[in-house]
């Protein structure tokens, strides 16, 4: 877990107060920790304009926007590109930049993208070890 800063003190508009207090009882955190949340979100919103996030509050996730993808989704298809922007670019429905986007987040929060990138990877074996009640269906071409 990263260091914490030190702790300070803010006064919030009471309209806003009220916003993030009932969004602390909804999620069942701190009002600390809501905060840290959206002022994280928003700060990578700014750091990288064209991410924005989206999901449940305990599932939060960046992608890009203009697209249906998600961060990882579009590292993933880079890698499957070997890297090469243009390329994807090329053959795919997304832009130079939007490819280009996502790998720079990726490059800032490598964890965070490549655990989801892994799972996405996972072996039909390695879905069967962690989710045994499912079937595998093979389909012949």
């Given at each position: ?10 006064r ?7 916003r ?6 909804q999620?069942r955190?701190s ?15 700014r ?11 305990w599932?939060r996730?960046p ?13 993933r298809?880079?890698?499957?590109f070997?890297?090469?922007v ?6 795919t ?7 280009s ?15 989801a990138v892994?799972a ?11 989710y045994?009640?499912?079937r ?6």
């Amino acid at each position: 877990m990263p260091a914490k800063s030190q702790p300070f003190s803010v006064r919030l508009p009471a309209r806003l107060d009220a916003r993030i207090s009932a969004l602390a009882r909804q999620t069942r955190r701190s009002k600390a920790a809501v905060l840290e949340s959206l002022a994280d979100e928003a700060d990578r919103c700014r750091r990288y304009p064209g991410i924005a996030f989206r999901g449940s509050d305990w599932a939060r996730r960046p992608w890009v926007i203009g697209t249906g993808l998600d961060v990882w989704e579009v590292v993933r298809a880079l890698q499957d590109f070997g890297g090469d922007v243009e390329a994807m670019a090329r053959q795919t429905d997304l832009s130079a930049h939007q490819v280009s986007l996502a790998a720079a987040y990726r490059a800032e929060f490598p964890d965070e993208v490549d655990a989801a990138v892994a799972a996405d990877r996972r072996s039909p074996d390695e879905l069967r070890h962690d989710y045994p009640f499912i079937r595998h269906l093979a389909v012949d071409g």
